[in-house]
């Protein structure tokens, strides 16, 4: 079965530090990959997504994320971490033949 | 900008009865969902509606469940007898094509006591 990896529970960094989310998944093909966050109280939003073509993806809020087909990874990351980042973080994939898996995702918090 | 969204924010039930939770698609979108997220757990699929009929479901969408695009704009789930560890955050989502992008509600906090 399809299954999506999230390996860090809870993240937490400066502000202003970089940012890596791991996410790996489990399928054959390359499936649709996507991070959406979430902040408390709040409903799930789309930061990226991945389809095809280049690896490398831009999303909202100055985040991307790299496509690694060698890796089965769709890591998330960010430059410089600002305190309004702090938030939940869901990498998904969609293989096509069911809608969307989620990892367990990531808390990030952000110290000052 | 265009947004799903849900009513109740949050409801409140007893064991046993039956709950409608209400969401509002993007209204060009043909695709639509329900998911659910446990407290502390990951987000799961239930159940995806298309054409005015469900075109998947998962384990978790048993009998209890159904779901109903009443009207033009309306997409409801009901759970027609409630357990206690049907409480969670149920979010409804819409797609404008099979496979694009899934936009999300802010989500209805269902507990059941």
């Known amino acids: 079965a399809q299954s999506v990896t999230q390996p860090d529970i809870h993240i937490t960094v400066s502000e202003g530090a970089s940012l890596e989310l791991r996410c790996n998944y489990s399928?054959?093909?390359?499936?649709?990959l996507f991070w959406y966050v979430q902040s408390p109280g709040q409903g799930l939003q789309l930061l990226l997504k991945?389809?095809?073509?280049?690896?490398l993806v831009q999303g909202i809020k100055g985040f991307e994320a790299e496509f690694k087909r060698s890796q089965s990874s769709f890591n998330l990351r960010r430059p410089s971490v600002h305190w309004s980042d702090a938030a939940e973080y869901f990498c998904?994939?969609?293989?096509?033949?069911?809608?969307?898996?989620f990892g367990k995702g990531t808390r990030l918090s952000v110290i000052a | 900008e265009p947004e799903v969204t849900q009513t109740p924010s949050h409801q409140v039930t007893q064991m046993g009865q039956e709950v409608i939770l209400r969401c509002v698609p993007i209204?060009?979108?043909?695709?639509f969902y329900w998911y659910r997220q446990i407290l502390g757990q990951k987000v799961e699929f239930l159940v995806s509606f298309y054409n005015n009929e469900i075109s998947e479901k998962s384990e978790i969408f048993d009998d209890q469940f159904s779901v109903e695009r009443p009207d033009g704009s309306n997409f409801t789930l009901k759970i027609r007898s409630t357990k206690l560890e049907d409480s969670a955050m149920y979010f409804c989502?819409?797609?404008?094509?099979?496979?694009?992008?899934?936009?999300f509600g802010p989500g209805t906090r269902l507990t059941v006591l």
């Open positions: 998904a994939v969609d293989v096509g033949n069911t809608p969307l898996v």
């Open positions: 989502a819409s797609s404008e094509s099979f496979r694009n992008e899934q936009f």
């Open positions: 209204s060009n979108h043909l695709y």
């Open positions: 991945y389809f095809s073509g280049d690896t």
């Open positions: 399928y054959g093909a390359t499936p649709y």
